[in-house]
C-alpha cells in the first residue's frame, strides 16, 4: 500500500496555460515550505528550459529537488480540458504530474516514489490515468 499523503490527486481540474498551472502549484507548495510562490514557479520554468519534461503524448513530469521542501510530494493533475499550448514546443496537455522531491529524503519515500514512476513507463498505465471517467477510479489508480 502506497502513503497516501505522498500524493495529492487534483481530478478535472481547469488551467488556462502553463503559468496558471504553476502558479497555482506555486501556492500550494509555498504553504508547506520556505519557498515562495515565484521560486516554485521559476524552479519548475528553469527545468522545463534544461530538458523535455513531456514522457508521453498528453503527458508532463516537471519535477525539482528542493532542501527548502518539508515534505516530497507527487502532485498529479488531471486536467477537465486540455491545455492546448503548453509553451512552443508542447501541446494538447491532459495530465500533469508534480514530483517535487525534498532534499535529503528517507530512502523509503525515494523508493515509493521511484516505483510510481515506474508505472510511469507503462504506456497502458498512462492510457488509463488520462481516459479514467471518475475521481475514485483515477485515485485508485495512483494509489493502488
Given at each position: 500500500?502506497?502513503?497516501?499523503?505522498?500524493?495529492?490527486?487534483?481530478?478535472?481540474?481547469?488551467?488556462?496555460?502553463?503559468s496558471?498551472?504553476?502558479?497555482?502549484i506555486?501556492?500550494?507548495?509555498?504553504?508547506?515550505?520556505?519557498?515562495?510562490?515565484?521560486?516554485?514557479v521559476?524552479?519548475?520554468?528553469?527545468?522545463?528550459?534544461?530538458?523535455?519534461?513531456?514522457?508521453?503524448?498528453?503527458?508532463?513530469?516537471?519535477?525539482?529537488?528542493?532542501?527548502?521542501?518539508?515534505?516530497?510530494?507527487?502532485?498529479?493533475?488531471?486536467?477537465?480540458?486540455?491545455?492546448?499550448?503548453?509553451?512552443?514546443?508542447?501541446?494538447?496537455?491532459?495530465?500533469?504530474?508534480?514530483?517535487?522531491?525534498?532534499?535529503?529524503?528517507?530512502?523509503?519515500?525515494?523508493k515509493?516514489?521511484?516505483?510510481?514512476?515506474?508505472?510511469?513507463?507503462?504506456?497502458?498505465?498512462?492510457?488509463?490515468?488520462?481516459?479514467?471517467?471518475?475521481?475514485?477510479?483515477?485515485?485508485?489508480?495512483?494509489?493502488?
Open positions: 500500500m502506497k502513503n497516501k499523503s505522498l500524493f495529492n490527486i487534483l481530478f478535472h481540474r481547469k488551467f488556462d496555460s502553463r496558471d498551472m504553476y502558479h497555482f506555486g501556492e500550494r507548495v509555498s504553504h508547506h515550505s520556505t519557498l515562495l510562490t515565484s521560486e516554485v521559476d524552479t519548475l520554468l528553469q527545468r522545463e528550459q534544461a530538458g523535455n519534461i513531456q514522457i508521453a503524448e498528453h503527458v508532463l513530469l516537471p519535477h525539482f529537488e528542493s532542501s527548502k521542501l518539508k515534505e516530497s510530494q507527487i502532485v498529479v493533475v488531471h486536467l477537465h480540458e486540455a491545455i492546448s499550448k503548453w509553451n512552443q514546443h508542447v501541446s494538447d496537455i491532459k495530465l500533469v504530474i508534480f514530483i517535487l522531491l525534498k532534499r535529503d529524503e528517507t530512502l523509503d519515500t525515494k515509493e516514489i521511484t516505483n510510481f514512476m515506474r508505472n510511469l513507463a507503462d504506456q497502458d498505465y498512462i492510457e488509463k490515468l488520462l481516459h479514467a471517467d471518475s475521481e475514485e477510479s483515477f485515485t485508485q489508480m495512483i494509489i493502488q
